[in-house]
């Protein structure tokens, strides 16, 4: 009897030091602290467009893997400065924010070319050699949601096609009726609750990496769908150019987390369970779109 007292004894002391030093999971906070160089990745200037509005500059990373025609006409309408001078158009409370040419559709409307006039649908594309980091936790738009290349996407393994996600700060190209009717002369930046809904119903080209503040707080416009109703109202673009037509020294210095790396990893469980002080419940889920994907300034 006294022997086995001692064996257990000696056995819960072996036991004891390990749970007094296991590591606790990061917090988000401690993640983005300690990810490591490798983990972070710099834009494409040649795939960066810079929208340069009065009171800042707006980041926005094209997705060319997942709309190629719409990011080549976006390049060439930037690049020829179609943009310049035009404004916005749309502020819609809880939804989005659009610019493009009021005139568009009318003898007044500025020319597009070089770029094309008209272009293909991309609302999906095939997963084939696409990373695709999921989410565990589920999704009720998509049989799959996770992250590809830095964008969040839905997946249907049925099917074998992929596509980006509504979440906020993504961006997409307006269309009509028809669902070839978008050129990416006319885009829009989600500023509200994820609009889910929207998903393989418009090409979406990209999303923004900085200065969402200067578009997610523009006056809501008063007209339908948020549209100002008086040519005042609307805000005027000064210069919308891709980065790579920037000067280096210009330029902003943007890093983006790899969503296909150990930290990211990291981050999505951190967002699952809430570890930070001031959470009295955890909650143990989380969505697509509760997994912002962290821009830094580089180092």
């Not at 983005?32 to 009065?54: F, G, Q, V």
């Not at 070839?180 to 885009?187: I, P, T, Y």
């Not at 969402?212 to 007209?223: A, D, I, V």
Request: proline letters at 9%; one cysteine or more; charged letters at 20%.
């Amino acid at each position: 009897m006294i022997r086995n007292r001692i064996f257990l004894s000696l056995a819960f002391a072996a036991v004891m030091p390990l749970h007094a030093s296991a590591p606790t999971a990061p917090t988000t906070a401690e993640v983005l602290a300690n990810a490591p160089a490798d983990a972070w990745r710099s834009p494409d200037p040649a795939r960066t467009l810079y929208l340069e509005l009065p009171a800042g500059r707006v980041v926005i990373e094209l997705a060319p893997d997942f709309a190629p025609a719409h990011a080549r006409n976006i390049s060439t309408l930037a690049h020829n400065g179609y943009w310049d001078g035009l404004s916005i158009l749309r502020a819609q409370d809880n939804y989005v924010v659009q610019w493009g040419d009021a005139s568009a559709g009318s003898d007044q409307a500025r020319p597009l070319a070089p770029a094309k006039t008209h272009l293909p649908a991309e609302f999906d594309r095939s997963a084939d050699g696409l990373p695709f980091t999921a989410l565990s936790d589920g999704d009720i738009y998509a049989p799959q949601v996770g992250w590809s290349q830095g964008f969040p996407v839905g997946r249907d393994p049925a099917n074998g096609r992929i596509w980006l996600t509504h979440c906020y700060g993504m961006v997409g190209a307006g269309r009509d009726a028809a669902a070839d009717s978008s050129n990416g002369a006319e885009l829009y930046v989600v500023i509200g609750h994820a609009p889910r809904h929207l998903d393989r119903n418009i090409t979406v080209v990209g999303r923004v990496l900085d200065g969402m503040q200067w578009l997610s707080t523009l006056p809501r416009g008063s007209g339908p769908l948020g549209f100002y109703e008086k040519p005042e109202q609307r805000l005027a673009i000064p210069h919308l150019r891709l980065a790579s037509d920037v000067p280096t020294a210009e330029r902003s210095k943007l890093q983006v987390m790899r969503t296909d790396s150990a930290s990211f990893a990291q981050l999505i469980d951190a967002r699952r369970n809430r570890r930070e002080d001031w959470f009295i419940s955890p909650v143990g889920h989380v969505e697509l779109c509760n997994v912002p994907i962290p821009v830094r300034q580089q180092p």
